[in-house]
C-alpha cells in the first residue's frame, strides 16, 4: 500500500515537474525563496497591529511560535523519516528538470524532502492572516491563498518536493496554526473575535 501511494506520488511530481516553461525557471526559483517574502510578512503583521492594536504583540508572538513550531517539526521530521528529495533520488536521476542557478550549479535544496517546510509555514501566515486580519477584503485572501499555492508548487516545479511533501506541510502547518489561533483567543483574547 505505502510502496503504491509512493509511486502514485512520484507520478504526479514527474508530471508537475515537467511542465516547464525555460522562461519560468528563474522565476520559480525566486518565489521559492523565503527571503523574497519577508515584505508580504511584514504587511500581514503591521495589518494585525493596525486591527488589533495593544493586544496585537499577543497575536504575533502565536503566529511566531506556530511557525517555529511548524519550521522544527518539519526539520525534526525530514531528518527521521529520510525521504530522499526527488532532486537526490538515484532512480530519477535524468527525469527530474532541475534549476540551474546564477552561479551555474543546479539547484537541489537539501537533501530530505518530507515534510515541506515551505507549505506547512506559508499555510500558518495564511490561516493567521484570514483569522486575525478580520478587515480584509476578499480579493487579499484570494491573493494569499494563490501565494500559498504558487509557494508550494514552485518547490515541486524546482524538483526538491514531491506532492504528498507539500499536501503534508499543509496538514502539519494546518494544525499548528490552528492549535496557536486557539490559545492565543483562549488565553490572552478571551475568545474576543474582534479588538
Same mark, same amino acid.
Given at each position: 500500500m505505502i510502496e503504491q501511494?509512493?509511486?502514485i506520488d512520484t507520478q504526479l511530481f514527474l508530471f508537475l515537474n515537467n511542465l516547464r516553461v525555460s522562461w519560468l525557471d528563474a522565476f520559480g526559483y525566486l518565489f521559492s525563496n523565503t527571503y523574497i517574502w519577508i515584505p508580504l510578512y511584514l504587511l500581514v503583521i503591521i495589518l494585525?497591529?493596525?486591527q488589533w492594536k495593544k493586544k496585537s504583540w499577543f497575536i504575533i508572538l502565536f503566529l511566531l511560535l506556530a511557525v517555529t513550531c511548524?519550521?522544527?517539526n518539519c526539520n525534526f521530521l525530514k531528518k527521521n523519516i529520510g525521504r530522499l528529495r526527488p532532486s537526490h533520488t538515484?532512480? =530519477?536521476e535524468g527525469k527530474v528538470? =532541475?534549476?540551474t542557478r546564477s552561479d551555474g550549479t543546479l539547484y537541489r535544496g537539501g537533501k530530505y524532502s518530507f515534510p515541506s517546510a515551505h507549505a506547512s509555514n506559508s499555510i500558518v501566515l495564511l490561516l493567521f492572516f484570514a483569522f486575525f486580519v478580520k478587515r480584509r477584503r476578499s480579493w487579499s485572501l484570494l491573493l %494569499?491563498? =494563490?501565494w500559498v499555492f504558487l509557494f508550494a508548487y514552485s518547490r515541486i516545479y524546482l524538483g526538491v518536493h514531491?506532492?504528498?511533501d507539500t499536501l503534508f506541510g499543509f496538514l502539519m502547518g494546518s494544525c499548528w496554526a490552528l492549535l496557536f489561533? %486557539?490559545?492565543c483567543r483562549k488565553i490572552f483574547l478571551k475568545t474576543a473575535i474582534s479588538p
Open positions: 501511494i509512493k509511486h494585525i497591529i493596525k511548524s519550521d522544527q538515484v532512480e =530519477l528538470n =532541475l534549476v %494569499m491563498s =494563490l514531491y506532492p504528498l489561533i %486557539m490559545l
